[in-house]
C-alpha cells in the first residue's frame, strides 16, 4: 500500500522549509498493515522530490490511501484519479479530518472507499475484503463484511453506500512506525526548532468554539490516552524536540502535573510545543511554570481577537483582559507564546491596526493571523452561504477570503491584510526573530499581492 500525505500548496506559501508535520496518521497506519503482511511506503508531498505518480509506477502498489485537509482536496483527488489512470485496478482509500467531516465532497470517481472514523483498523479491514473478492469470495459475504466497517463510504454495484461512524479510543491506536521520519532528519522543523516530532495524547477538543472543525473530530467525543503511556512514547523518540499536537493539551491540570512529575523522574530532556487556551494559562501560572521548567518551549493560543465582542460572538469564553494576562506570564516565564488571531469578515480598517497595536503593546512578539473562514461543514458556512464567493477547496487555507467581507471590498481587505502581515514581519526581523527565512523575499511577495488583481476582488 502507497500511503500519501498530500502537497500543501504549490504556490510559495506551502511554508517548506518553515513548517513541516510529520505524517503522524499514516505512521499509525503502517503498523497495522505491517502485521497484516502488508508491504507499505510513505509519499509525502511537503518533502519529496519525486512526484507521486512516478511512485505509483514504479512501486505498482495494490492500494492508495491518501489523508488531508480541506485545502488539500483537489490533490487528494488528483493522486487518487492519477493511480486509476496508471492502473485502474488500484483500489483508492481517502480519509483524515476533511474526510470525516465532508466525505460527500471525496467520495467521487476515482475514490473506491471514504473513511469517516480514526479507526485505523478499518483499512485493513476493506483491504482485506477487497483480497477475499480477488479470490473469488462470494459477493453476498464481501458485502456483509463490508456493512460491519463502521463510517465506511463504499459501492455496490451502482449504488452508494455509507455505514454510520463511531467515536475511536485513542488508546487503541499502535504505537507509530517513525521510520520515514527518521530517514530525514532534515525536515519536519516547527519554525526553528528542527526535526520535531508530532505526539498526539488525545482525539478532539472539549471546547465548542463557533468558527472551528477540530471539536467535531472523532465525531465530537474527546478521547484521551494515559498520560504514562505518552511519556514511555516520548521517551522512545529519537528527537529532541516533540509536537504535542492536541487541540488543547492545556487542559486536565491534574494530568499535566503528573506529565511534569514523569518527565522529571526519568530525567527526559527535550523541547515541547503544544496547543493551549488563554484561560487556562491566566489561571495556572505555576502549572504553567512546571511545564517551562521540563521543556515547555513554544504554546500555541487563540488569542482570536482584541475584542470582547468578537470573542463573545465566535463562543471562546474568554476575554481580552485573559488574553493579556496569558502574554505576560508566558512572558515572564519565557515560554514563547504564538498569539493567533481571526481577521473576521465584519473588520474595518482600524480593526487590522488594533491587531498590530495590541501585539505590539503586550509584548506578543509570535503572531498568526488567520482570515474567517467558514468551514463547509460548520453552521457558519451555511451562516455566511449567501457572501461564500469561492468553492475552491485549496482557498480554505486561512490565507484566501472564501466569503466577501462587510464592510469593504475584497482587494481593499487583502491591502489591509498585507500591510499587517508586512508590519508584523518587519517588526519580527527587528527582535530577531525566524532568523532563518528570507524576510525579503517574503515581504516582496506580500507587496506583489496588495496591487495583484484577484477574480473576485470587485465583490
Known amino acids: 500500500m502507497l500511503l500519501v500525505h498530500p502537497e500543501i500548496s504549490r504556490t510559495r506559501y506551502n511554508f517548506v522549509g518553515v513548517i513541516e508535520n510529520e505524517?503522524?496518521?499514516?505512521?499509525?497506519?503502517?503498523?497495522?498493515?505491517?502485521?497484516?503482511?502488508?508491504?507499505?511506503?510513505?509519499?509525502?508531498?511537503?518533502?519529496?522530490?519525486?512526484?507521486?505518480?512516478?511512485?505509483?509506477?514504479?512501486?505498482?502498489?495494490?492500494?492508495?490511501?491518501?489523508?488531508?485537509?480541506?485545502?488539500?482536496?483537489?490533490?487528494?483527488?488528483?493522486?487518487?484519479?492519477?493511480?486509476?489512470?496508471?492502473?485502474?485496478?488500484?483500489?483508492?482509500?481517502?480519509?483524515?479530518?476533511?474526510?470525516?467531516?465532508?466525505?460527500?465532497?471525496?467520495?467521487?470517481?476515482?475514490?473506491?472507499?471514504?473513511?469517516?472514523?480514526?479507526?485505523?483498523?478499518?483499512?485493513?479491514?476493506?483491504?482485506?475484503?477487497?483480497?477475499?473478492?480477488?479470490?473469488?469470495?462470494?459477493?453476498?459475504?464481501?458485502?456483509?463484511?463490508?456493512?460491519?466497517?463502521e463510517g465506511l463510504y463504499y459501492r455496490l454495484g451502482d449504488k452508494s453506500k455509507h455505514n454510520k461512524a463511531v467515536p475511536f479510543d485513542i488508546k487503541k491506536l499502535p504505537r507509530p512506525d517513525r521510520e520515514y521520519f527518521y530517514d530525514r532528519p532534515d525536515n519536519y522543523r516547527y519554525l526553528e526548532l528542527r526535526h520535531a516530532a508530532w505526539v498526539r495524547t488525545a482525539f478532539s477538543c472539549p471546547f465548542r468554539c463557533k468558527f472551528c472543525e477540530r471539536n467535531r473530530m472523532n465525531q465530537g467525543v474527546y478521547s484521551k490516552r494515559d498520560i504514562e503511556d505518552v511519556v514511555d512514547e516520548i521517551e522512545s523518540i529519537k528527537s529532541d524536540n516533540i509536537y504535542i499536537v492536541d487541540d488543547d493539551f492545556l487542559y486536565d491540570s491534574e494530568r499535566l502535573k503528573q506529565f511534569v512529575a514523569l518527565l522529571r523522574k526519568r530525567r527526559i530532556k527535550k523541547k515541547y510545543i503544544c496547543y493551549g487556551r488563554a484561560d487556562f494559562i491566566a489561571n495556572n501560572e505555576q502549572?504553567?511554570?512546571?511545564?517551562?521548567?521540563?521543556?515547555?518551549?513554544?504554546?500555541?493560543?487563540?488569542?482570536?481577537?482584541?475584542?470582547?465582542?468578537?470573542?463573545?460572538?465566535?463562543?471562546?469564553?474568554?476575554?481580552?483582559?485573559?488574553?493579556?494576562?496569558?502574554?505576560?506570564?508566558?512572558?515572564?516565564?519565557?515560554?514563547?507564546?504564538?498569539?493567533?488571531?481571526?481577521?473576521?469578515?465584519?473588520?474595518?480598517?482600524?480593526?487590522?491596526?488594533?491587531?498590530?497595536?495590541?501585539?505590539?503593546?503586550?509584548?506578543?512578539?509570535?503572531?498568526?493571523?488567520?482570515?474567517?473562514?467558514?468551514?463547509?461543514?460548520?453552521?457558519?458556512?451555511?451562516?455566511?452561504?449567501?457572501?461564500?464567493?469561492?468553492?475552491?477547496?485549496?482557498?480554505?487555507?486561512?490565507?484566501?477570503l472564501v466569503a466577501e467581507p462587510f464592510n469593504m471590498s475584497v482587494r481593499r481587505?487583502?491591502?489591509?491584510?498585507?500591510?499587517?502581515?508586512?508590519?508584523?514581519?518587519?517588526?519580527?526581523?527587528?527582535?530577531?526573530?525566524?532568523?532563518?527565512?528570507?524576510?525579503?523575499?517574503?515581504i516582496r511577495s506580500f507587496l506583489a499581492n496588495m496591487v495583484r488583481k484577484r477574480k473576485n476582488d470587485d465583490k
Open 287 to 400: 502549572i504553567m511554570a512546571e511545564l517551562k521548567s521540563v521543556g515547555l518551549y513554544y504554546v500555541l493560543v487563540g488569542l482570536e481577537a482584541v475584542s470582547d465582542d468578537y470573542l463573545m460572538a465566535y463562543d471562546k469564553r474568554s476575554g481580552v483582559k485573559i488574553n493579556e494576562k496569558s502574554v505576560r506570564i508566558c512572558n515572564e516565564l519565557g515560554i514563547n507564546i504564538m498569539g493567533m488571531f481571526i481577521l473576521d469578515l465584519h473588520f474595518k480598517k482600524k480593526d487590522f491596526r488594533n491587531i498590530y497595536k495590541w501585539a505590539k503593546v503586550n509584548k506578543l512578539r509570535h503572531v498568526a493571523l488567520s482570515i474567517f473562514t467558514p468551514e463547509m461543514n460548520l453552521p457558519t458556512y451555511k451562516e455566511y452561504s449567501d457572501r461564500i464567493i469561492t468553492n475552491n477547496p485549496s482557498h480554505f487555507d486561512y490565507l484566501h
Open 23 to 149: 505524517c503522524l496518521e499514516l505512521e499509525y497506519i503502517i503498523p497495522a498493515l505491517k502485521e497484516a503482511g502488508c508491504e507499505t511506503k510513505i509519499w509525502d508531498g511537503q518533502v519529496e522530490k519525486k512526484s507521486v505518480k512516478s511512485l505509483i509506477k514504479s512501486f505498482e502498489p495494490d492500494f492508495l490511501y491518501v489523508c488531508g485537509r480541506t485545502r488539500q482536496e483537489n490533490f487528494m483527488l488528483e493522486y487518487c484519479r492519477a493511480a486509476k489512470s496508471i492502473n485502474e485496478r488500484i483500489v483508492t482509500m481517502v480519509g483524515g479530518i476533511h474526510a470525516s467531516l465532508c466525505p460527500d465532497r471525496l467520495f467521487l470517481e476515482g475514490v473506491d472507499y471514504v473513511f469517516t472514523s480514526y479507526n485505523v483498523f478499518n483499512i485493513v479491514s476493506v483491504m482485506e475484503i477487497e483480497l477475499l473478492k480477488e479470490q473469488g469470495i462470494a459477493r453476498l459475504e464481501t458485502e456483509k463484511k463490508l456493512e460491519k466497517v
Open 413 to 442: 481587505y487583502y491591502f489591509n491584510y498585507y500591510v499587517l502581515l508586512i508590519k508584523l514581519f518587519l517588526r519580527a526581523k527587528r527582535d530577531g526573530i525566524y532568523d532563518f527565512i528570507d524576510y525579503g523575499d517574503y
